[in-house]
Structure formats: C-alpha cells, structure tokens
C-alpha cells in the first residue's frame, strides 16, 4: 500500500509542475522566454550550477525571467 501511495504522490508532483509550466508558457509575454530548472539538489548546490549559464545567457539576450 506504501508504494501505490508512493507512486501516486509522485505522479500528483509531475501532474502539478506541468501545470505550473503550462500556466507560465500561456502567461508569457512575446519575445520573453522563461527558464526553470528542475531541483535535483539543494538550493545552493543548483544556484552554483546555473548561474554562470543564465548569466551568460542574460548577457546575449534581451530579457530573462528566472
């Protein structure tokens, strides 16, 4: 019984965050793009990781929204 209610939060999570990405694409303005990174690790350990790539990013573009 553990792992159905296992597998059902998970499914739940996955169901949720595409809608929220749904919900941010349909709210979006032209010409803007928006970019989420799925947290895999801690707060800190995914800011080291992409910062350097969305600051070069923020640099060759007009606008981003993260």
Excluded at 35 to 46: D, E, H, K, R, W
Aim: hydrophobic share 50%.
């Amino acid at each position: 019984m553990k792992c159905l209610a296992l597998k059902f939060s998970r499914v739940l999570i996955i169901c949720l965050i595409q809608i929220a990405i749904t919900a941010s694409i349909i709210n979006a303005k032209p010409g803007v793009y928006i970019f989420g990174v799925v947290p895999q690790y801690n707060a800190q350990v995914i800011h080291e990781i992409w910062q350097p790539i969305l600051g070069i990013l923020s640099k060759k573009t007009v606008t981003i929204q993260y």
